[in-house]
């Protein structure tokens, strides 16, 4: 999402955000498997062959390197899909090569993140993980600030053309309120305004 887009989304969750459902229904994630993104720290382990073990970035054009192999493209794909590919690199090399990749640190592609931004306390991107709600996501960032409206916040369903639904921090998080949790789904924007003084 661009700094404009971003901003216009802004706008217009400030100025409407009373006429917005009052929560997301329930996400329909069954089986959610998680993409390789820029960024993510790969391990890359071949099975009785340690020297061609290795633990690699992902590199901003998506691609990876380790030993024999050069230029893989792994971002978009699971780490077992990457596996099934370096395995077939490897076999002009060694006889049934067998290889796992691990995911060490995630950072995922933006498809796969959920973003916090406005009057949390850490606006951030989050991988997203499945069975995420709205309380993890909150504590990952730290809460609100003490300046943010959080019952006027409102998160943006990417998965549904940007749909918006008006979200209660303020109650979830100060209140302990758990009728204010919801779960969240990869692309979710939780959009947190200042409050009027």
Not at 17 to 38: D, F, M, N, R, V
Not at 67 to 85: C, F, H, N, Q, S
Request: aromatic share 6%; net charge positive; with cysteine.
């Amino acid at each position: 999402m661009s700094r404009r887009t971003a901003f216009a989304l802004f706008v217009a969750v400030a100025a409407g955000c009373s006429s917005l459902p009052p929560a997301p229904p329930k996400a329909a994630t069954p089986h959610y498997e998680y993409q390789i993104g820029p960024g993510d720290q790969l391990e890359i382990n071949v099975w009785r062959n340690p020297e061609l073990s290795a633990r690699v970035p992902v590199r901003p054009d998506g691609r990876v390197t380790s030993p024999l192999i050069e230029d893989l493209v792994a971002v978009g794909k699971t780490p077992a899909e990457l596996g099934r590919e370096v395995e077939e690199r490897l076999k002009k090399y060694i006889r049934d090569p067998t290889v796992t990749v691990l995911v060490n640190q995630f950072v995922g592609n933006s498809q796969h993140q959920v973003r916090v931004v406005g009057q949390a306390a850490r606006p951030a991107a989050l991988p997203y993980r499945q069975g995420m709600t709205l309380l993890d996501v909150m504590i990952t960032v730290g809460g609100i600030t003490e300046f943010a409206s959080g019952n006027r916040a409102v998160l943006i369903r990417q998965a549904e053309g940007n749909k918006q639904y008006r979200v209660r921090l303020t109650d979830l998080l100060k209140n302990g309120d758990v009728t204010a949790n919801v779960e969240v789904v990869p692309g979710d924007v939780v959009m947190i305004p200042e409050g009027m003084f």
